[in-house]
Each structure stands twice: as structure tokens, then as C-alpha cells.
């Protein structure tokens, strides 16, 4: 086809006004064929002409990065047409040098939720001469989540296979260490010596590492046994409320001022209180020390179709990629005090309620955790395709009939 078109164009001035007329039908057929197999495309397309102005978007690459609008295509550098800030000083870089093919990985907020997106550009060549460059945009945030699930769960196995080892060794000897050092504390306390004050401190010290060391493993067993969870109904935002005001007097003293929006419409969920409450402890208590100076906390609750949402945010000191990439690990924490295993119990008492959880984070920007758990069948409500409920319609799915 394009070779008649080619073939064509080289001849116009022989052609009669009806042959014309069928050339152009041609070529119009050709260029619609062309959009629509570039708006067909999951992946993002942004076409630039050699002076690197941007002469062609397609609508994946629309709703994945923010594009300016106004002047037409062709009057802008393509890096001038992306708005997020690190996409567009990445293709100005590429581009300005005329480099071969290169690729990066970018995150983007899109309403809450962080999207990982693979940006590449290759140069479009044609008889040895550059004729423009092609910038593609691929999301790869599921695949980034699948590795990451995996990633847990391969650690969290290793964990279960050393647990029970682990616990022998380690937490007996620790009750007969601490049983001899309650009889040392008794012996010093009966001695009438200069010495005995100085000895019974450093018998203090050695229990309360013993303790430390006590809570660590105990930590660490709870988070490989399987959990015996009690699933009940159970009301999300009175759980939320029990607990932010069991740390109100907390977070005053740390400066910390607190934001609540709890969606009245959440239905009940299938919860074990004891551990999901322990889990949103983890979590704030995590958010409150990363504000040392004080900040903001802020805890939402929504329902989106068949799930409900908690999400806490602060406004602390944020975590790098690097280390939002190991945030569940156990045993990892980047804080000179903790046992690394607070959060991975989190994630395992996510899943527990066949929840899950997702964390967003800009160093210096603070960090948001995002928890989704499934609404019980018989709490989920007929809706319309705009997630309105059908009007009335006000019995859960599976009621009573006539």
C-alpha cells in the first residue's frame, strides 16, 4: 500500500482529478488504520519528527502520563508536552544527544495509586538517517507487585522452615538465663557491700535485654506459625476510633495532629479484631515515628464496589525506592531501635483476611499504607455501572425473597 501511494505521489501531476480523489481515500483509509491501531495498543506511543517535536500521542500514552494541551501536535519539544517533571528531564536527556535506545523506570501517583511505568525511546531510522523517535510507555505495576509477592513469600518460607529450631534454641536458654539472674538479683540484694548498688544495676540491665531478646523471638514466631485467626463481623471504623484514641495522648505529645475521614457507609467486615487491630497499630506507630518532629496523621476509610479501604498517611520523613522495595521484609528496618518485624507482620495479617496492602512513598514527601479487604457477600449491594446503588435496592445480595 504505501509503495502505490509512493508511487503515486511521484506522478500527481499526470493524474485527472478522479484518480486524485481515490489517492487521497487511500491514504485517509491508511492513516485511520494507522490511529486506530495505535489507540488499540495497551502500551503508550509518542511520535516525534527529527527536531524532536511530538507529532503523535495515542490515547494509552494519554492516560498513563500528564500531557499538556493547547497548541496543536508538531510546535512542541516532546519534553515540554510531558508534564511529570522526571519523564520529561529524562527524554530532553536522551534526545538532546541523540543516544540509542534507552530505557528507565518512573513511579506516578494516579489517584492514589502508584503506577510503575518503563518508559523507552527508540530512534525510527530509515536510509541511514534518523527520521524521528519513538517514546514507549509500558505499565509494569503488576508485574513489579507480582515479583514482590513473590519475594515474600519465598522469605517468609524460609522463615516457617527455621521457626521451630529457632525457638528451642533460643528461648529456652533465654528463661534459665533470666531465672539466675532474678537469683543473682536476690543474692546482691541480701549483701550489706559499697559494691551492691553497682551490681544490682548491672543485673537490671542484663533482664531487660533479656526481655528485649524475650519479645524478639516471640515476634519472630508469630510471624511464621500459621495464625489462628476468629473472622467476626466487625465494624472497621469503631476499630479505628478504639485505637486512635487509645494513642490520642501520644500523638499529642508528639506534635502529631490527627485527620480522620471515615466513610460512615463501610458495612461490616469479616475481621479477627485482636489481629487486625494490632496490625493498624503497627502501622501508625511506624507513621509516628517517622515524624519525630511532629506532622500530620490522616486515616480514611472508603468503600470501592465489593472492597473496603483503609488508608493512613503521614507526613514524615518518606522512604526511598530502595527501601519501599523491602519494606515487608522481616528482619529489615532502617531504625536503630526494632526487631525489622512489625511490618511483615502487618502484610501477613493483611493477607490472613485475604486482604492486600500497598504502600506509597517520596523521600521527604511522607508515606502512605493502603489496605484493601474484600465486603462480605452478604454486605455487597446491587450497583449501577457508575458504583451508584440501584434505587431501591437496599437488601444486601443474597436476602430474603417474598
Given at each position: ?142 508485574k513489579r507487585t507480582r515479583e514482590a509477592r513473590l519475594r515474600r513469600a ?68 508469630f510471624a511464621v506459625r500459621p495464625m489462628d485467626t476468629q473472622l467476626e ?132 514527601q511522607g508515606s502512605t499504607f493502603s489496605i484493601t479487604l474484600p465486603v ?27
Amino acid at each position: 500500500m504505501r509503495g502505490l501511494v509512493k508511487r503515486a505521489l511521484e506522478k500527481i501531476s499526470k493524474l485527472d482529478n478522479e484518480q486524485i480523489e481515490q489517492l487521497l481515500v487511500v491514504m485517509a483509509e491508511e492513516n485511520e488504520r494507522l490511529a486506530v491501531t495505535l489507540d488499540s495498543m495497551s502500551d503508550g506511543v509518542l511520535i516525534t519528527d527529527p527536531a524532536h517535536r511530538l507529532v503523535l500521542a495515542n490515547k494509552a500514552a494519554e492516560r498513563m502520563i500528564p500531557l499538556a494541551t493547547g497548541k496543536p501536535m508538531g510546535e512542541r519539544f516532546l519534553w515540554d508536552v510531558i508534564l511529570d517533571r522526571d519523564i520529561a528531564t529524562f527524554t530532553e536527556a536522551i534526545l538532546s544527544r541523540e543516544d540509542t535506545a534507552s530505557d528507565q523506570e518512573f513511579a506516578l501517583d494516579h489517584g492514589g495509586d502508584t503506577r510503575i511505568l518503563s518508559c523507552s525511546i527508540l530512534p525510527m531510522v530509515k536510509d541511514g538517517h534518523v527520521r524521528g523517535n519513538i517514546l514507549q510507555v509500558v505499565d509494569i505495576s503488576e508485574k513489579r507487585t507480582r515479583e514482590a509477592r513473590l519475594r515474600r513469600a519465598e522469605s517468609l518460607a524460609s522463615l516457617t522452615t527455621l521457626a521451630a529450631g529457632v525457638a528451642h534454641e533460643i528461648k529456652n536458654p533465654l528463661g534459665s538465663i533470666g531465672i539466675h539472674a532474678q537469683l543473682l538479683e536476690k543474692s546482691v540484694a541480701s549483701l550489706d557491700c559499697s559494691d551492691s548498688r553497682a551490681m544490682k544495676e548491672y543485673l537490671e540491665v542484663i533482664s531487660e535485654e533479656i526481655e528485649r531478646l524475650n519479645r524478639i523471638v516471640v515476634d519472630f514466631l508469630f510471624a511464621v506459625r500459621p495464625m489462628d485467626t476468629q473472622l467476626e463481623p466487625a465494624d472497621l471504623n469503631q476499630l479505628l476510633e478504639e485505637l486512635l484514641n487509645f494513642l490520642r495522648y501520644e500523638l499529642e505529645e508528639g506534635g502529631i495532629k490527627l485527620e480522620r475521614d471515615l466513610d460512615p457507609g463501610v458495612p461490616e467486615l469479616d475481621l479477627d479484631r485482636r489481629y487486625f487491630k494490632q496490625a493498624l497499630l503497627n502501622i501508625v506507630k511506624n507513621a509516628m515515628s517517622a515524624m519525630p518532629q511532629g506532622g500530620t496523621l490522616r486515616v480514611i476509610t472508603q468503600v470501592r464496589g465489593d472492597e473496603a479501604m483503609v488508608r493512613i498517611s503521614d507526613t514524615g520523613l518518606g522512604m526511598s525506592p530502595e527501601v519501599l522495595e523491602k519494606i515487608f521484609e522481616p528482619y529489615f528496618t532502617t531504625r536503630d531501635f526494632g526487631s525489622g518485624i512489625g511490618l511483615t507482620l502487618v502484610y501477613k495479617v493483611v493477607k490472613e483476611h485475604m486482604g492486600d496492602i500497598s504502600v506509597h512513598s517520596r523521600e521527604g514527601q511522607g508515606s502512605t499504607f493502603s489496605i484493601t479487604l474484600p465486603v462480605p457477600q452478604r454486605e455487597q449491594r446491587l450497583i449501577t455501572w457508575d458504583g451508584q446503588p440501584v434505587p431501591g435496592v437496599d437488601e444486601p445480595a443474597g436476602g430474603s425473597g417474598p
